[in-house]
């Protein structure tokens, strides 16, 4: 199954390279590196059994207890039929109000979401960084940095070479000797994209990692971006920070209601979605 689903994205793949050869090559663009087609995803979730009560399991038990049926189940679809391709070299900015369908569509690009329906491909390993990125808390910074290195593949050689840019990256520090309790929310945000992006990666995905921190550290962390696009392959930003958006990609995507509603040049789109 595996080699059969490594068949179809090569296939996807070259399908798209040879599109690209004959549309796209005016505009001297990457060769692609996700193919998201007619994507589906549906969230299946559990209501309260009435506006009464809430769907904890202090209730749930008493509706066992009182011989109630398990609540209504209720069908949530989150991404509509979303198709496109991303290149190499691309930084993509996504944009919508809340519930649209950005983080849904990161998360499935980065396959931790199976389709529904239709399929995503991707020329490579996408790594998906959010301010949710799993520390341990209990842990030293320095820890952390160690251990979030090996988690991305890195040797203790690179580790070593690497370690002391990280942590004056992050700006972090003497907490580095600290326990990540110890951080602010914005320390722990800014040590995250740092060891994220000690390491070149095909396909990075941010999910709202650039929202906190200093003037400073968001002018060093698009910089990060720009050379992630030349040394890498493509990334992939979610953030309601327009401004961030404006000055980091070179294309955004609008979703609206877990569809596509404009896809293009950052002036264009941001300018419609603005007057929205």
């Known amino acids: 199954m595996a080699e059969l689903t490594k068949e179809r994205s090569q296939v996807a793949l070259?399908?798209?390279?040879?599109?690209?050869?004959v549309v796209r090559a005016p505009e001297k663009r990457g060769k692609p590196t996700v193919v998201v087609d007619n994507l589906h995803i549906v969230y299946r979730v559990y209501g309260a059994a009435s506006v009464h009560e809430k769907g904890n399991a202090a209730n749930a038990l008493m509706r066992i207890l009182r011989r109630q049926g398990r609540p209504q189940m209720k069908e949530v679809h989150a991404v509509k039929g979303v198709s496109f391709v991303a290149y190499h070299g691309d930084a993509i900015g996504i944009i919508g109000r809340n519930g649209s369908g950005k983080s849904t569509l990161l998360r499935a690009i980065a396959g931790l979401l199976p389709p529904t329906k239709g399929a995503v491909y991707t020329d490579?390993?996408?790594?998906?960084?959010g301010v949710n990125a799993a520390?341990?808390?209990?842990?030293?910074?320095?820890r952390n940095i160690v251990l979030g290195c090996y988690a991305m593949g890195m040797t203790p050689a690179q580790v070593r070479e690497k370690y002391d840019e990280i942590v004056e990256f992050s700006g972090i520090d003497e907490f580095v000797n600290l326990p990540m309790s110890a951080y602010s929310s914005g320390m722990?945000?800014?040590?995250r994209f740092a060891i994220a992006s000690a390491k070149t990666h095909d396909v990075l995905l941010i999910d709202e990692a650039l929202a906190t921190?200093?003037?400073e550290f968001k002018r060093k962390s698009q910089e990060r971006i720009r050379q992630m696009r030349e040394e890498a392959g493509t990334v992939f930003l979610v953030a309601h920070n327009l401004d961030v958006i404006e000055e980091t990609c070179n294309r955004v995507i609008w979703m609206h209601k877990g569809k596509i509603k404009m896809d293009g040049d950052p002036d264009k789109v941001l300018s419609a979605y603005t007057k929205n």
């Open 135 to 142: 520390l341990m808390k209990d842990l030293t910074g320095e």
């Open 14 to 21: 070259e399908e798209a390279k040879a599109a690209h050869a």
């Open 124 to 129: 490579g390993q996408p790594s998906l960084l």
């Open 188 to 191: 722990g945000a800014r040590l």
């Open 213 to 215: 921190g200093d003037r």
